[in-house]
């Protein structure tokens, strides 16, 4: 199940529509992100424009159909093999054609094919206890150029304050119900997240009363 605007959605289902059916649905959920992260879609086509991304944790794929529209190839990596269909099925009924698809059985290890000049987390490495975030990076390090531009976005401190600095097993539940881990990331836990190859060009923090997320953008300079 993921989240499609308001709804819960089980893709399965989803995959059993005609195609026409499941792009009007498609369209229907990605009305609520296009108003949610519009100012994200305009910043990051430019920046992506031209670079071969690769995405980690891309959901139903609503902001890889953005991008690749601009960049010059676009790759989802995801946990679930049924996410990965889906993600074919939605990029061949919007006919992108520079899409690549990894499904990462062990996301500490995975080989990806190639290296990238462009690297998006949305909502995903703080959903996993520090350490094993870590081991991710350091995995997907290997494959970032350098120059390679890196958009991560994480729960800023605030927001876990203010929801009375829970534990993270129990964090998740008021960021993404049911959810079993989530941890805030400041700038210096980010910056340990990523190494000292990784040089911070932007922070905006942003959403609800401005503590709902935090967006950090680094460049990859050796
Ligand atoms: C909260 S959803 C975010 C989806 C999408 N990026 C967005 O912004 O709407 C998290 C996604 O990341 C995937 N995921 C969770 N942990 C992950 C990890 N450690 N590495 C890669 N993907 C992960 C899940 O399967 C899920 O699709």
């Not at 049924?82 to 500490?108: C, H, S, W």
Request: aromatic share 18%.
């Amino acid at each position: 199940m993921l989240p499609g605007g308001r709804d819960r959605v089980r893709i399965e289902s989803l995959l059993r529509y005609p195609d026409w059916l499941l792009k009007l649905r498609y369209k229907w959920f990605a009305r609520f992100w296009e108003a949610e992260r519009g100012w994200e879609y305009k910043k990051y086509s430019v920046v992506f424009q031209g670079r071969d991304i690769l995405e980690i944790g891309s959901g139903l794929g609503y902001d890889g159909i953005k991008y690749s529209a601009s960049a010059t190839s676009y790759t989802y990596a995801e946990l679930n093999l049924v996410q990965v269909d889906f993600l074919k099925r939605i990029t061949a009924i919007y006919n992108r054609t520079n899409m690549g698809f990894e499904y990462m059985e062990d996301p500490t290890a995975h080989v990806f094919p190639k290296q990238y000049s462009g690297f998006y987390a949305h909502g995903v490495l703080h959903h996993v206890p520090f350490d094993l975030a870590k081991q991710e990076f350091e995995n997907i390090d290997k494959y970032l150029a350098p120059g390679a531009y890196c958009v991560f976005l994480m729960y800023p401190k605030e927001r876990w304050v203010a929801a009375g600095s829970p534990d993270f097993s129990a964090f998740g539940n008021s960021t993404d119900g049911g959810c079993p881990w989530t941890e805030y990331y400041d700038l210096e836990k980010m910056q340990q997240l990523v190494g000292s190859k990784y040089k911070l060009v932007d922070v905006s923090k942003w959403g609800h009363q401005s503590i709902e997320f935090v967006n950090y953008e680094f460049v990859k300079v050796v």
